[in-house]
Antibody, heavy 126, light 105 residues
Framework: QVQLVESGGGVVQPGRSLRLSCVAS????????MHWVRQAPGKGLEWVAV????????YYADSVKGRFTISRDNARNTLYLQMNSLRPEDTALYYC???????????????????WGQGTMVTVSS | DIQLTQSPSFLSASIGDRVIITCRAS??????LAWYQQKPGKVPKLLIY???TLQSGVPSRFSGSGSGTEFTLTISSLQPEDLATYYC???????FGQGTRLEIK
C-alpha cells in the first residue's frame, strides 16, 4: 500500500524542540523529492521544507529558516523534520508529502505534492 | 515574493452547475500551477499539475487552464462529492493560494 505515515507531534512549550518522522511504504522513497507542508487549524496550506531525493539539497520557507531542519534516511524510508525554538505560530497539522519528481536535485523551493500523509499535530503552547 | 489570490474565497453552487475558480498571480509567472482538493477533515489531493494536466484517477469534469497571471480550475458539472476547499499552488517558488471553499446548494 502506497502511503506516508507521520509521527512525533504533540504539545510543547514555546522555545522547545520536537522531531517529526514520516515513514514511507509502497513506493521507492529514495527516488523522490520530499516535502513538509503544514496547515494551522482552520487555515490554508503552508509549505515548510523540501529535500532532494538523495539528501543533497534542501530549502525552507522563510518562516522556519534557521529553526527547522529537514533530513532523510533512505535506508529507513524515513523523512524527518527537526523543529527547534518553536513558537505558538508553528501550531499546525504537519503533513509529509511526496513530490512526483524523481532523481531530482532541487535548486530552489520548488515542487508539487502527489501523495500526502495523514499529518501529525503540533501544538505550541505554554 | 509572488502572491496567489483565489477568487472567490467562498462559492455556493448547485448540482450540475459549471464552476470556475480563478487564481491570480501578483506578477507574471513562467512556472507551472497545480490545483488541490481538500474535503472536510481529509488530506489534500492533487487534481491538476503542470497547469492543465489531470492527475491519474481524477474525474474528467475537472480541468485547468491559464497562463501569465490568470489561471482557472473548472468543474464542468458539479457533483455532490465536490464539496471541498480548493487550493492553487505555484510550483516555483512554492506558493499556495488562500483557498476557495465550495459549498453545494
Amino acid at each position: 500500500q502506497v502511503q506516508l505515515v507521520e509521527s512525533g507531534g504533540g504539545v510543547v512549550q514555546p522555545g522547545r524542540s520536537l522531531r517529526l518522522s514520516c515513514v514511507a511504504s509502497g513506493f521507492t522513497f529514495s527516488n523522490h523529492v520530499m516535502h513538509w507542508v503544514r496547515q494551522a487549524p482552520g487555515k490554508g496550506l503552508e509549505w515548510v521544507a523540501v529535500m532532494s531525493y538523495d539528501g543533497s539539497n534542501r530549502y525552507y520557507a522563510d518562516s522556519v529558516k534557521g529553526r527547522f531542519t529537514i533530513s532523510r534516511d533512505n535506508a529507513r524510508n524515513t523523512l524527518y523534520l527537526q523543529m527547534n525554538s518553536l513558537r505558538p505560530e508553528d501550531t499546525a497539522l504537519y503533513y509529509c508529502a511526496r513530490d512526483p519528481a524523481v532523481f531530482v536535485v532541487v535548486v530552489a523551493a520548488m515542487g508539487a505534492f502527489d501523495l500526502w500523509g495523514q499529518g501529525t499535530m503540533v501544538t505550541v503552547s505554554s | 515574493d509572488i502572491q496567489l489570490t483565489q477568487s472567490p474565497s467562498f462559492l455556493s453552487a448547485s448540482i450540475g452547475d459549471r464552476v470556475i475558480i480563478t487564481c491570480r498571480a501578483s506578477q507574471g509567472i513562467s512556472s507551472y500551477l497545480a490545483w488541490y482538493q481538500q474535503k472536510p477533515g481529509k488530506v489534500p489531493k492533487l487534481l491538476i499539475y503542470a497547469t492543465s494536466t489531470l492527475q491519474s484517477g481524477v474525474p474528467s469534469r475537472f480541468s485547468g487552464s491559464g497562463s501569465g497571471t490568470e489561471f482557472t480550475l473548472t468543474i464542468s458539472s458539479l457533483q455532490p462529492e465536490d464539496l471541498a476547499t480548493y487550493y492553487c499552488q505555484l510550483l516555483n517558488p512554492i506558493t499556495f493560494g488562500q483557498g476557495t471553499r465550495l459549498e453545494i446548494k
